[in-house]
């Protein structure tokens, strides 16, 4: 069965590079994209293995706490 994975932003900041493309497989713990954030560059991980479904951001992209960033097939 399909399961919808959001995966979240944890922190504010921008989106600096996207990692993960759509229809990539991904492992847990791989980068999806990275964030730029106090002058910190912070990956948002794959919480799960899965399949990026959709990238719901683009690089330079102003990102909130809590915004949904991508959805994994999981």
């Known amino acids: 069965m399909m399961t ?5 932003s ?3 900041g921008k989106v600096w590079k996207i990692e993960a493309q759509k229809g990539e497989s991904l492992e847990e713990d791989d ?3 990275i ?3 106090m002058k910190m560059e912070i990956p ?3 919480p799960a293995d899965g399949t990026v479904l959709e990238i719901l951001v683009g690089e330079g992209d102003p990102v909130k706490e809590g915004q949904i960033v991508a959805r994994l097939e999981v």
Request: proline share 0%; hydrophobic share 65%.
């Open 4 to 8: 919808i994975l959001d995966v979240e």
């Open 10 to 12: 944890e922190i504010a």
């Open 31 to 33: 980068a999806i994209l």
């Open 35 to 37: 964030l730029e954030s």
């Open 44 to 46: 948002v991980d794959a």
